[in-house]
């Protein structure tokens, strides 16, 4: 009796198992679904009303029931004021930085919505998050802030964690780049590095067959046998390619000592600004607050979505780009 009791347990615990995952993956799918359905979309936020709503819930916290009116009141008074004055715009922009640049595709939709409406005098904000990551990705990324420049619009850079390598190839464009006193700042330079299982494969026996038609088609290989001239071939491009990053920083930011800057090395804010990598020490958050009474800051932000067959090729894209070292900026 007890080992039947026992068998049916273990049944009916496999069963609520089965069917938990089962209601799991079926909730998963709709919301899927449901996220793969929504239309991408423009978002425009007035950083204006969300920064003095946070101030004026505080002042109403602490002031007494008749203050409190006043300032509702006067807050009316302020928007009436306001219908139909011009007053400078500033589009604010966020880039969030990964190896594969990948917040790229929303920023060039930012920068097109952003060059339809800007007029003589509108101002770019962009807060920029970004370690680096593969060369062709965040060259594209720097094009979409070229755009803003070639229109004539000034463009502000704010760095509050880290703009090096990629980030920084984009961060140079900019007329004015603020950096926080420890923000990570420069690293121009490019590095490769791939794992090589060669000799490993050989001690169990096993052949990698690798057929090219072009001299260097391949070179350096996880698998592959790496002579010399493969090395050299890679270090040749390494340098080209570095070589054109000096390029792009010197083109906008011809001040630099490129002989002490372009060394792969990275500095915190204060340090950057002493170097001439930066032009000011300072968050995104100084910025917005200090032109908040005298122009509309306006949150421009582009919502994408992916489907998770993109997402997971995206994920698995990655891994291999940080298994294989493609060369980096």
């Not at 390619?241 to 010197?250: G, P, W």
Request: glycine fraction near 6%.
């Amino acid at each position: 009796m007890t080992e039947a009791l026992l068998d049916y347990t273990l049944f009916l615990a496999k069963t609520f198992t089965l069917v938990a995952a089962v209601a799991f993956l079926a909730v998963v799918l709709v919301n899927l679904s449901r996220r793969t359905r929504e239309a991408e979309s423009l978002r425009v936020i007035s950083l204006n009303a969300r920064l003095r709503q946070a101030a004026d819930g505080l002042r109403q916290a602490l002031l007494s029931k008749e203050a409190r009116k006043r300032l509702v009141k006067q807050r009316k008074q302020e928007a009436k004021a306001a219908e139909g004055r011009k007053r400078q715009r500033v589009f604010v922009l966020d880039f969030r930085g990964d190896i594969r640049a990948s917040a790229t595709a929303s920023l060039r939709e930012e920068v097109s919505a952003v060059l339809a409406v800007a007029e003589a005098g509108d101002e770019v904000l962009l807060r920029l998050e970004n370690a680096g990551g593969l060369v062709h990705e965040h060259g594209l990324a720097a094009s979409q802030l070229v755009r803003i420049k070639e229109r004539g619009i000034p463009l502000t850079v704010a760095v509050d964690k880290v703009s090096a390598s990629g980030g920084y190839l984009m961060a140079c464009v900019a007329d004015r780049i603020v950096a926080a006193p420890f923000a990570i700042v420069g690293s121009i330079g490019v590095l490769a590095q791939v794992p090589n299982f060669r000799r490993l494969l050989d001690e169990r026996g096993v052949t990698v067959e690798q057929v090219k038609a072009g001299r260097y088609k391949r070179t350096v290989s996880m698998f592959g046998e790496v002579t010399e001239e493969d090395r050299a071939k890679l270090r040749e491009e390494l340098e080209d390619i570095h070589a054109l990053f000096q390029a792009m920083v010197e083109k906008y930011r011809p001040a630099l000592d490129l002989g002490r800057v372009a060394t792969g090395e990275y500095w915190y804010g204060t340090r950057a600004l002493e170097l001439g990598l930066v032009d000011a020490l300072g968050t995104s958050d100084d910025l917005l607050t200090a032109r908040l009474e005298e122009a509309d800051l306006w949150k421009v932000e582009w919502r994408g979505h992916r489907r998770l067959v993109e997402k997971l090729a995206a994920a698995m894209e990655e891994g291999r780009a940080r298994l294989m070292g493609r060369s980096w900026p």
